[in-house]
């Protein structure tokens, strides 16, 4: 099983970016999905996740610029990022719970780096 994140880069404050993440393997179902972020020197936050059923949930210092989503035909999860501030920067890193090679099991992508320039 893999989880390929992508989408990170380079951006202005103030502007926005997508990111995507694909799940691939022996997959029989994913309940949650989500994004977590690490910045330097600081522990992996939960920035953002979202049930199979769509509920969601965001960290207070996103909500209302962040949006999470997921298209359950693609096992992808998509993290669509408003109004960046400097403070986003960081490796952004998704993450799948759910029953994989027919056993409960948690995998995490390999993370790509978001950085904000003020």
């Known amino acids: 099983v893999q989880l390929q994140a992508s989408g990170g880069g380079l951006v202005q404050a103030g502007g926005s970016l997508r990111l995507s993440c694909a799940a691939s393997?022996?997959?029989?179902?994913?309940?949650?999905m989500a994004w977590y972020r690490q910045a330097l020197g600081k522990q992996r936050e939960l920035v953002a996740g979202?049930?199979?059923?769509?509920?969601?949930n965001y960290a207070d210092s996103v909500k209302g610029r962040f949006t999470i989503s997921r298209d359950n035909a693609k096992n992808t999860v998509y993290l669509q990022m408003n109004n960046v501030k400097p403070e986003d920067t960081a490796v952004y890193y998704c993450?799948?719970?759910?029953?994989?090679?027919?056993?409960?099991?948690?995998?995490w992508g390999q993370g790509t780096q978001v950085t904000v320039s003020s």
């Open positions: 979202i049930t199979s059923d769509g509920s969601t």
């Open positions: 993450n799948a719970a759910g029953v994989f090679e027919l056993r409960v099991g948690i995998y």
């Open positions: 393997g022996s997959i029989f179902s994913i309940s949650n």
